[in-house]
């Protein structure tokens, strides 16, 4: 019950969710007669909607999250005992799809191996489980290592750990695996905007662990011309994903995960 209440609840507090809610709060009051206060809800609501679907406002809000741990050059990272990469980049093969959908976030995967080819680091560690409303065959985790195959990894340097649902679960299961193989230190490797989160969270479980951000989404400059103060569905994902990374660390910071 507890993952379902923080993966469904906070969606009252995204942008697309709290503008449906306040739009049915207008018709709620226009009904009752209370136009005046109807009408100023309505206008809120059409307000967060347009913001948050600028480019330049979900260009800055996301840049005050990946700038926190910028992203170095391959060659610029550390040598480590294990490369830990996580979930998040896969989408299941079910039909209608015949193979696994590499989602934006499958950059993570990619630097994965080449940290491997470049001798970084000599084993990976996957860590991403399957959330309980997902039917599949396989973990996430074991499509990743299908994945970093096919581009170098030999799989016997490839260890999965297919029980986490979360970033907590992650770092706890992570911290398991690595005193089971004696690896004493890793690259955490995740998108930029995660990796603030993540971070945190396997730094205070104990783990030694250097960022490799990857999937990195902001550009500069953040505003390029007046087309940016125009709305679009894109940026308005970019803001959810935003929200929901600062939501999450407050979450994590209260509960002393992270």
């Known amino acids: 019950m507890d993952l379902f209440v923080s993966k469904l609840l906070p969606i009252l507090i995204y942008p697309l969710g709290l503008a449906i809610l306040l739009g049915l709060v ?3 009051l226009v009904g009752r007669r209370a136009r005046a206060i109807g009408r ?12 948050a679907s600028t480019p330049a406002f979900s260009q800055w809000l996301l840049w005050q999250i990946e700038g926190q741990v910028p992203a170095v050059p391959l060659e610029d ?10 979930g998040g980049a896969i989408g299941q093969p079910i039909p209608p799809r015949v193979a696994p959908d590499l989602l934006d976030s499958v950059d993570r995967v990619l630097d994965t191996a080449r940290l491997y080819r470049a001798g970084k680091v000599s084993a990976v560690l996957v860590t991403a489980g399957n959330l309980p409303w997902q039917t ?5 985790a074991e499509l990743i290592a299908d994945l970093l195959e096919e581009l170098g990894v030999p799989r016997s340097a490839i260890t999965v750990e297919t029980e986490s649902r979360n970033t907590f679960e992650n770092a706890a299961n992570a911290r398991a695996l690595f005193e089971e193989h004696g690896w004493t230190s890793g690259l955490l490797v995740t998108s930029a905007f995660h990796m603030p989160r993540a971070l945190a969270v ?7 662990v250097a960022p490799v951000t990857s999937d990195v989404r902001v550009h500069f400059p953040l505003v390029e011309s007046p087309l940016d103060l125009l709305p679009d569905a894109f940026s308005l994902n970019q803001t959810t994903d935003a929200i929901k990374e600062i939501v999450g660390l407050l979450v994590y910071r209260l509960r002393g995960w992270a």
């Open 136 to 140: 599949s065959a396989k973990s996430e």
């Open 40 to 51: 100023l809800a309505l206008l809120l609501a059409l307000a967060i909607l347009w913001v």
């Open 26 to 28: 207008a018709l709620l």
């Open 77 to 86: 990272a550390p040598q480590a005992s294990v490369a830990v990469v996580l």
């Open 202 to 208: 396997f730094r205070r479980a104990g783990l030694q």
